[in-house]
């Protein structure tokens, strides 16, 4: 079956910059695309891009262009995403999710990593 | 302020029906199929519904949904205690390129 197994949880202070893992099993790893979510304490799903794995090219919602970074390792079905110049409200959980083969809304999804952003 | 227009709270008996709407546009649910999530607090998100109307194997049958131009539709039946829970839609949107989310609806189960 599908799992996604993320890293584990950072701490972080304002400025700074960190990249978390997501390796996938159970499925051909790069026919997926594979979308980055986070989700800030008490609040609701947010959309940060989005990674074709067999090709390598990347799609960021507006707010995170410039700032985030998803590349992909082929030899160990595993995707990175860094995200520089941490600021406080960057303090929330990190969702990687299996998309589909083309763009629609994510499948399956790993188990989150809690990144926290503090002085 | 989120794309998908879900109600923030809904809630139900035990062994009652309830159902959760899910409002967008012709450029999101009126182009794509719809997911919906389960999420327990301190949990990630679980796949209850995808492609407006199937079901994950695992998920029980008590859970359906469904899709009528830009709406779609979260049902459960036969509500538990354990399906006090907070529940998503998502689908992709054409105009945006991008998945969009509901705001999220918070079950409670009285």
């Known amino acids: 079956q599908v799992r996604l197994v993320q890293s584990g949880a950072e701490v972080k202070k304002p400025g700074a910059s960190v990249k978390v893992s997501c390796k996938a099993s159970?499925?051909?790893?790069?026919?997926?695309?594979m979308h980055w979510v986070r989700q800030a304490p008490g609040q609701g799903l947010e959309w940060m891009g989005i990674?074709?794995?067999?090709?390598?090219?990347?799609n960021f919602a507006q707010k995170f262009q410039g700032r985030v970074t998803l590349t992909r390792d082929m030899s160990t079905s595993t995707v990175y995403m860094e995200l520089r110049s941490l600021r406080s409200a960057d303090t929330a959980v990190y969702y990687c999710?299996?998309?589909?083969?083309?763009?629609?809304?994510?499948?399956?999804w790993g188990q989150g990593t809690l990144v926290t952003v503090s002085s | 302020q989120s794309v998908l227009t879900q109600p923030p709270s809904a809630s139900g008996t035990p062994g009652q029906r309830v159902t959760i709407s899910c409002s967008g546009s012709?450029?999101?649910?009126?182009?794509?199929?719809v997911n919906w999530y389960q999420q327990v607090p301190g949990t990630a998100p679980k796949l209850l519904i995808y492609?407006?109307?199937q079901r994950p194997s695992g998920v029980p049958d008590r859970f359906s949904g469904s899709k009528s131009a830009t709406s779609a539709s979260l049902a459960i039946s036969g509500l538990q205690s354990d399906d006090e829970a907070d529940y998503y839609c998502?689908?992709?949107?054409?105009?945006?390129?991008?998945?969009?989310f509901g705001g999220g609806t918070k079950l409670t189960v009285l």
């Open positions: 999710a299996r998309g589909g083969a083309s763009y629609q809304a994510p499948f399956q």
């Open positions: 159970g499925y051909s790893f790069g026919t997926y695309y």
């Open positions: 990674i074709n794995p067999s090709e390598g090219n990347t």
């Open positions: 012709r450029s999101n649910i009126g182009s794509n199929t």
């Open positions: 492609s407006n109307n």
């Open positions: 998502a689908t992709w949107d054409d105009s945006l390129n991008c998945p969009v």
